[in-house]
């Protein structure tokens, strides 16, 4: 494994993301009113942050940590402007507060919003500090500059503690002011870009981190859910606790009544210890009436989706030119081809679990949760109160890869507790319940087509995909409306609006309706891009050997930073530009054009990432060894380029590539379940396999360089894997494979065809 860093050189925000970042926005213009002018307990020149009188810098955190280590790399950003000492800098993962604003970690987002932010705000704690401290030190402030926690001016100094005890900090700062202040070059960075320890290791490390399955209060009992044989729709119409009731320990079972439809059909087991609810669970007999859900099969969802995709009125046009149809009608070729991928599951190490009750008139649920802003309103609707009057307590995440986005458990829990008075209940789901009740990637099916002229010339293409939609189910609020005035699920479609210069360029988003109405899609790991750039860069491969070109070449051409892809500030400045010095760069470092041994092929796969307005410039070339008797595929190496901008933490962001990289392998070659009598066949890693440790390839991983704006770095890597082996498996043997994950059987009839 290696990581390096090379010299080497984001578009509009949609106005369904802007508002959220309008409300991010009101929330860091809480520059507060500045503590006290003498003996504060501490300064506090913003929500984000504060410091007491030790001199302890506590950042506080709204993003949830599952891993990623995303407190350390925002803490960062605060000691950098700050001019802090970093041993002296803390974090405090929050609980939920309106005055947050937006409380959501996903789609790589965090760095990238979090970084103006906690910069602004640091800026003005440090001018208010360095003002301070000048007046104790008698001299101007133009005279001090902020170095180690402290104030200095020539020999003399002042801490950052000392100024909090003894100076005037009474400085004010308007939004307006907030928004001008100057923040470091990247040049002046101490922290950032720089190795330095995360602050969150320790913990994680010694037994202190509290997850959600170690909350705990006295006087709780525990419960598990028994499950209906369909997500939506199934009621219940018998209990028999007679079996049940043999368990020692048990309690009692409870149909719940859930007025926000998020867990219809539940029945809640309780007993005094969770050994004792789970062998209840088992024991107790319920008696649903189900709907015609109860039949559907991955092959129905599968069926439906081609349907859809079929007919042309159905979908939104989240992308439209004018003359696509023109452009095919006048063609001299055509090419087009189908791709699907299978349904996916989460699998997060820890099961998802609740601990709820309802303490001095408020309603507190401990959990740990990526979207605090979502499950909200779900939680007053389900409990029948206003916000306000309810919590949600902050916890480590044993895993979420966007499962914890939607934080339905949380409402089967408080809803757990609420039936018993608003005594806690502590509801833990065991893994096949987990499994069962999960939110998966929805099965997809998409067609890519493309139109060339004369030459060979690029002159149109269309991209139609259809899956289950994860945002249509859980926040319709977040849907924009495409050319054709239907609102579409931006994160089931990202990724085919691409920036390569195809001439007119159509992309239709297609909703399943059957998947909707037999489960819960949700959001995973890379989202819409982790199966949209499976199509497109397979499909621009197979392009290539259409034109007769070398697939490097061919996407190297259609880089050509035209148009709507020439990027724009302040996050895609250069553009298509920017894709393809990483695709040259990976070529380079990827031995591409090499010869290689027999049954043994080089493909590649670029992207930019999770969405057009935070473009991550990332390339992947995959070498492979094909065995030709059986059609096995051995993944051998990994290299992976990318251009993210500012690195905040190299360590933190290669960790980030690494996994991201290991998942897109997962998913491309091990992972995938089916429906089966409307639920998941799989609920175990038994049948389920995701990556072994003996599957990992050699990765070689390398960042480009950049000044400029920091974006997210959790899932890019997770799209390109994938279209990358499958184009290594033509070079290797000529078999084209179109579906997710790859099986061997799917290759050797692919290598006879």
């Given at each position: 494994m290696s990581v390096s860093l090379d010299n080497g050189p984001g578009a509009d925000l949609a106005p369904s993301r802007r508002g959220f970042l309008i409300t991010v926005t009101a929330a860091g213009a809480m520059f507060s009113a500045t503590a006290p002018a003498h003996a504060a307990d501490s300064f506090a020149p913003t929500i984000w942050y504060?410091?007491?009188?030790?001199?302890?810098?506590?950042?506080?955190?709204?993003?949830?940590?599952?891993?990623?280590?995303?407190?350390?790399?925002?803490?960062?950003?605060?000691?950098?402007?700050?001019?802090?000492?970093?041993?002296?800098?803390?974090?405090?993962?929050?609980?939920?507060?309106?005055?947050?604003?937006?409380?959501?970690?996903?789609?790589?987002?965090?760095?990238?919003?979090?970084?103006?932010?906690?910069?602004?705000?640091?800026?003005?704690?440090?001018?208010?500090?360095?003002?301070?401290?000048?007046?104790?030190?008698?001299?101007?402030?133009?005279?001090?500059?902020?170095?180690?926690?402290?104030?200095?001016?020539?020999?003399?100094?002042?801490?950052?503690?000392?100024?909090?005890?003894?100076?005037?900090?009474?400085?004010?700062?308007?939004?307006?002011?907030?928004?001008?202040?100057?923040?470091?070059?990247?040049?002046?960075?101490?922290?950032?870009?720089?190795?330095?320890?995360?602050?969150?290791?320790?913990?994680?490390?010694?037994?202190?981190?509290?997850?959600?399955?170690?909350?705990?209060?006295?006087?709780?009992?525990?419960?598990?859910?028994?499950?209906?044989?369909?997500?939506?729709?199934?009621?219940?119409?018998?209990?028999?606790?007679?079996?049940?009731?043999?368990?020692?320990?048990?309690?009692?079972?409870?149909?719940?009544?859930?007025?926000?439809?998020?867990?219809?059909?539940?029945?809640?087991?309780?007993?005094?210890?969770?050994?004792?609810?789970?062998?209840?669970?088992?024991?107790?007999?319920?008696?649903?009436?189900?709907?015609?859900?109860?039949?559907?099969?991955?092959?129905?969802?599968?069926?439906?989706?081609?349907?859809?995709?079929?007919?042309?009125?159905?979908?939104?046009?989240?992308?439209?030119?004018p003359g696509v149809d023109a452009a095919f009608k006048a063609a001299t070729s055509t090419l087009e081809q189908t791709y699907t991928t299978a349904t996916a599951l989460h699998f997060q190490l820890e099961?998802?679990?609740?601990?709820?009750?309802?303490?001095?008139?408020?309603?507190?649920?401990?959990?740990?949760?990526?979207?605090?802003?979502?499950?909200?309103?779900?939680?007053?609707?389900?409990?029948?109160?206003?916000?306000?009057?309810?919590?949600?307590?902050?916890?480590?995440?044993?895993?979420?890869?966007?499962?914890?986005?939607?934080?339905?458990?949380?409402?089967?829990?408080?809803?757990?507790?609420?039936?018993?008075?608003?005594?806690?209940?502590?509801?833990?789901?065991?893994?096949?319940?987990?499994?069962?009740?999960?939110?998966?990637?929805?099965?997809?099916?998409?067609?890519?087509?493309?139109?060339?002229?004369?030459?060979?010339?690029?002159?149109?293409?269309?991209?139609?995909?259809?899956?289950?939609?994860?945002?249509?189910?859980?926040?319709?609020?977040?849907?924009?409306?495409?050319?054709?005035?239907?609102?579409?699920?931006?994160?089931?479609?990202?990724?085919?609006?691409?920036?390569?210069?195809?001439?007119?360029?159509?992309?239709?988003?297609?909703?399943?309706?059957?998947?909707?109405?037999?489960?819960?899609p949700g959001w995973l790991r890379s989202v819409g891009p982790g199966w949209t750039n499976w199509a497109l860069e397979s499909f621009m491969d197979e392009a290539a050997a259409r034109a007769g070109v070398d697939p490097l070449a061919f996407r190297l051409k259609l880089l050509d930073a035209t148009g709507r892809n020439a990027g724009s500030a302040p996050n895609s400045v250069g553009g298509a530009k920017r894709q393809a010095a990483v695709l040259n760069r990976l070529a380079a470092k990827a031995g591409w054009g090499k010869p290689l041994p027999k049954n043994t092929g080089l493909g590649i796969a670029t992207s930019f990432g999770q969405e057009r307005d935070m473009p991550t410039w990332t390339a992947c070339a995959a070498r492979v060894n094909v065995n030709p008797a059986t059609g096995a595929v051995k993944v051998e190496k990994l290299t992976l380029v990318a251009d993210a901008g500012i690195i905040v933490s190299p360590d933190g962001a290669l960790a980030q590539m690494e996994g991201a990289a290991l998942w897109g392998l997962s998913l491309a070659l091990f992972e995938g379940t089916a429906f089966e009598n409307g639920q998941v066949k799989d609920l175990n890693l038994d049948s389920y396999s995701p990556l072994r440790m003996g599957d990992v390839p050699d990765m070689d991983i390398e960042f480009i360089a950049s000044d400029e704006a920091p974006v997210g770095l959790g899932e890019p890597a997770t799209t390109v894997v994938g279209p990358a082996i499958g184009n290594a498996i033509f070079r290797a043997v000529g078999a084209r494979v179109r579906d997710l994950p790859i099986r061997a059987e799917a290759v050797k009839a692919a290598m006879k065809g």
């Amino acid at each position: 494994m290696s990581v390096s860093l090379d010299n080497g050189p984001g578009a509009d925000l949609a106005p369904s993301r802007r508002g959220f970042l309008i409300t991010v926005t009101a929330a860091g213009a809480m520059f507060s009113a500045t503590a006290p002018a003498h003996a504060a307990d501490s300064f506090a020149p913003t929500i984000w942050y504060d410091i007491d009188r030790a001199g302890t810098i506590t950042v506080h955190i709204i993003r949830a940590e599952m891993g990623q280590h995303v407190g350390t790399a925002i803490a960062r950003i605060v000691a950098d402007e700050l001019e802090a000492d970093w041993s002296k800098v803390r974090i405090d993962h929050v609980d939920s507060d309106p005055k947050w604003g937006l409380m959501a970690t996903g789609g790589s987002w965090s760095i990238w919003q979090s970084y103006p932010l906690y910069s602004q705000a640091a800026a003005a704690g440090r001018i208010a500090l360095i003002e301070a401290g000048a007046r104790l030190l008698g001299v101007p402030a133009s005279a001090c500059v902020a170095r180690n926690s402290a104030v200095v001016a020539g020999k003399a100094s002042v801490s950052y503690g000392d100024i909090i005890v003894r100076g005037d900090l009474s400085r004010k700062f308007t939004e307006a002011e907030l928004a001008k202040l100057p923040i470091k070059t990247p040049a002046q960075r101490k922290l950032i870009g720089k190795p330095a320890p995360a602050r969150d290791i320790p913990d994680k490390t010694n037994g202190k981190g509290v997850y959600g399955l170690d909350a705990k209060v006295p006087g709780m009992v525990y419960a598990r859910p028994k499950l209906p044989p369909t997500r939506y729709g199934s009621t219940v119409a018998s209990i028999d606790e007679s079996a049940a009731k043999a368990v020692p320990g048990y309690i009692r079972a409870i149909a719940l009544d859930d007025p926000s439809g998020t867990v219809p059909g539940w029945v809640m087991v309780y007993a005094d210890s969770f050994a004792a609810a789970d062998r209840a669970t088992e024991a107790l007999k319920v008696t649903w009436t189900s709907p015609d859900a109860i039949k559907v099969s991955e092959a129905d969802l599968q069926a439906r989706a081609r349907a859809l995709v079929a007919d042309k009125t159905k979908g939104s046009l989240a992308v439209e030119d004018p003359g696509v149809d023109a452009a095919f009608k006048a063609a001299t070729s055509t090419l087009e081809q189908t791709y699907t991928t299978a349904t996916a599951l989460h699998f997060q190490l820890e099961p998802v679990n609740a601990l709820a009750f309802e303490k001095d008139g408020k309603f507190e649920v401990h959990t740990g949760n990526q979207w605090q802003s979502l499950v909200l309103p779900w939680l007053a609707q389900a409990l029948g109160r206003k916000e306000d009057t309810i919590v949600l307590r902050t916890y480590l995440l044993g895993g979420g890869f966007g499962r914890r986005l939607n934080g339905d458990y949380a409402v089967g829990a408080a809803l757990a507790s609420k039936a018993i008075g608003g005594k806690p209940v502590k509801m833990v789901m065991t893994r096949a319940d987990d499994s069962r009740f999960d939110s998966p990637r929805s099965a997809s099916v998409q067609t890519v087509k493309m139109a060339f002229g004369e030459a060979g010339r690029v002159t149109a293409m269309e991209h139609v995909a259809c899956a289950g939609w994860p945002t249509e189910a859980m926040a319709p609020f977040f849907m924009p409306k495409g050319a054709n005035g239907v609102a579409y699920d931006p994160f089931a479609i990202s990724g085919a609006n691409h920036w390569y210069n195809v001439g007119a360029h159509r992309v239709r988003a297609v909703g399943n309706d059957l998947a909707n109405q037999t489960f819960r899609p949700g959001w995973l790991r890379s989202v819409g891009p982790g199966w949209t750039n499976w199509a497109l860069e397979s499909f621009m491969d197979e392009a290539a050997a259409r034109a007769g070109v070398d697939p490097l070449a061919f996407r190297l051409k259609l880089l050509d930073a035209t148009g709507r892809n020439a990027g724009s500030a302040p996050n895609s400045v250069g553009g298509a530009k920017r894709q393809a010095a990483v695709l040259n760069r990976l070529a380079a470092k990827a031995g591409w054009g090499k010869p290689l041994p027999k049954n043994t092929g080089l493909g590649i796969a670029t992207s930019f990432g999770q969405e057009r307005d935070m473009p991550t410039w990332t390339a992947c070339a995959a070498r492979v060894n094909v065995n030709p008797a059986t059609g096995a595929v051995k993944v051998e190496k990994l290299t992976l380029v990318a251009d993210a901008g500012i690195i905040v933490s190299p360590d933190g962001a290669l960790a980030q590539m690494e996994g991201a990289a290991l998942w897109g392998l997962s998913l491309a070659l091990f992972e995938g379940t089916a429906f089966e009598n409307g639920q998941v066949k799989d609920l175990n890693l038994d049948s389920y396999s995701p990556l072994r440790m003996g599957d990992v390839p050699d990765m070689d991983i390398e960042f480009i360089a950049s000044d400029e704006a920091p974006v997210g770095l959790g899932e890019p890597a997770t799209t390109v894997v994938g279209p990358a082996i499958g184009n290594a498996i033509f070079r290797a043997v000529g078999a084209r494979v179109r579906d997710l994950p790859i099986r061997a059987e799917a290759v050797k009839a692919a290598m006879k065809g």
